[in-house]
């Protein structure tokens, strides 16, 4: 119930193309919906976020795709660069404790 | 200025000794976290605090044992260490409730021998 399941665990991309990532969840009571990035020997760092009420959020070449019914949502890089190259983690989260779940984590290899 | 910052960042032990990691951040968040990462990427919070009061405290072996002497920090102290706490840990900050975004650290990679 309260695990987050990603997919896939890596992911190799060629510059220019798109790189999708997703995530699954069971428990409905989630209300909040961020993907981090982290890059090595650093910690993750918050990407984009998305509420279940919104169906699609865009921010630059990054996009969360989310579908409440079916309980998943997706992270579409478009036009992926090498400097995209790190580690993604989706994760869920519900008021009142605010806890993230995260996803086990795709890495992400953006071919030259 | 980092916002969140960890100390050591690297530290190599013998297992049974006694180590703590400290963490500070000068973002004036009310909450801080714990976070252990395994050699997989897995990130698995381990304790958050809320104004120095402990709020969320996972099924960690009691040798772990955090402390937060006032909002800024919170060290993590780890007793009678075992070859399978070598990981990297995360300390971050948040202001609480509101889905506020997790700001973390850039780790400390802990490595028992």
């Known amino acids: 119930q309260q695990q987050v399941k990603q997919s896939p665990q890596s992911l190799i991309v060629q510059k220019g193309g798109i790189s999708i990532i997703n995530c699954a969840y069971e428990?409905?009571?989630?209300?909040?919906f961020p993907w981090y990035q982290q890059f090595p020997g650093k910690g993750p760092a918050l990407l984009i976020a998305i509420r279940p009420d919104v169906s699609e959020k865009k921010e630059g070449r990054f996009t969360i795709s989310f579908n409440k019914s079916a309980k998943q949502f997706s992270l579409h890089i478009m036009d992926s660069q090498p400097g995209d190259s790190a580690t993604y983690f989706c994760?869920?989260?519900?008021?009142?404790?605010?806890?993230?779940?995260f996803g086990k984590g795709t890495r992400l290899h953006i071919l030259p | 200025d980092t916002a969140v910052s960890q100390t050591p960042k690297y530290l190599v032990t013998q297992m049974g000794n006694d180590k703590s990691i400290k963490c500070e951040q000068n973002l004036g968040h009310d909450t801080m976290y714990w976070y252990k990462q395994d050699s997989k990427k897995f990130l698995k919070i381990m304790f958050s605090?809320?104004?120095?009061?402990?709020?969320i405290n996972e099924t960690v072996p009691n040798r772990f044992s955090p402390k937060s002497p006032d909002k800024a920090h919170l060290n993590l102290h780890i007793n009678s260490l075992e070859l399978g706490d070598s990981a990297v840990y995360f300390c971050?900050?948040?202001?609480?409730?509101?889905?506020?975004?997790?700001?973390f650290g850039n780790g400390t990679r802990l490595t028992v021998t």
């Open positions: 428990n409905t009571a989630f209300d909040y």
């Open positions: 605090y809320n104004n120095k009061e402990l709020i």
């Open positions: 994760a869920a989260s519900m008021m009142p404790d605010d806890k993230i779940i």
């Open positions: 971050a900050s948040s202001f609480p409730g509101l889905n506020s975004p997790l700001h």
